[in-house]
């Protein structure tokens, strides 16, 4: 599983749904309130009485860990890499049934994350975010500048449950595609596409992660890379982390507050800028002057 790649997507999927809006409004900020932390295992609580996945090989033990973490109520990622060159890293809340609040940092910037229900994604950039995304696309940097000022501060809000947003287009993405990413599921089915990366694994010696006993199981691709998995040995069979060492896009994501209660609000309708109440089409074509994939 290539965990720069296939986690860190949603970085790379941000770059491309904002640049070249102007001449909006202004905002301020938000607040999405997360769970307090769970109290994490005393030392004297680590170790287990029996091995839970005895008579299970490698690769079985690997197939269990993908189930039971795709069948969690909620979880904490975080995580960061190289992919396509870029240092990407991200930190988000993700529930079962879409919900999510976070951050994403990819060329120098960082934007963040939130979904609080079925029908509206949100995002909110920083400067540096928005200047990357300007460079990127080719867009002038009057028009870039104009840009910037009307985003400060302010919410994008893009849905999710139109034709319209289901799908990408010209290689552009819409808030669906984006509101993807707020899926456990669908977050893990990404890590989950290539199975070949978790198959041939060997089990090494176990370990502690964040105070939780694990296996390990790692996979050498024979290309000088390797994808290591550290799988809970106490309690559920959960991922705790992946991490892919060597090669051209090593990257590590953790998993954490399993099964955590989650509350996620929606911004302020006055510090939020509604893409489709403006006629702003996320996932069309680039237009002269760098749309970037919305068009006004």
Known sequence: MRVSRKVLVGAVVCTTAVAGLAGCGKGGDTKAKGVSEAKKPSAAASATPADPFAGLTPDAIAEKAVGVTKAS?????????????????????????????????????????LKADAKSFYMQGDEKFYRALAKEDGTPKR???????????????????????????????????????????????????????????????????????????????????????????????RLLKVAENGGDEPGTVTFSDYDKPVTITAPPADQVMD??????????????????????
Request: net charge positive; glycine share 18%.
């Open 275 to 296: 893409l489709e109440k403006l006629g702003v089409k996320p996932g069309g074509g680039s237009g002269s002057g760098g749309t970037g994939g919305l068009k006004v």
């Open 73 to 113: 109520n909620s979880v904490k990622v975080a995580g960061s890499g190289i992919s396509d060159g870029e240092h990407m890293a991200l930190e988000v809340s993700v529930t079962r049934v879409g919900n999510c609040s976070g951050s994403v940092t990819v060329k120098g910037g960082t934007a963040r994350l």
């Open 143 to 237: 028009q870039a500048d104009a840009m910037i000022e009307v985003l400060k501060g302010r919410w994008m809000k893009m849905p999710t449950d139109t034709p319209s947003t289901s799908k990408k287009r010209h290689g552009k993405t819409s808030g669906d595609d984006l509101s993807q990413f707020c899926v456990l599921s669908e977050l893990v089915s990404g890590m989950d596409d290539d199975k070949g990366d978790r198959t041939g694994m060997t089990q090494g010696p176990d370990t502690v992660v964040a105070g939780v006993p694990a296996v390990t199981l790692t996979k050498d691709r024979g290309d000088g890379s390797t994808v290591t998995m550290y799988v809970a040995k106490q309690g559920p069979a």
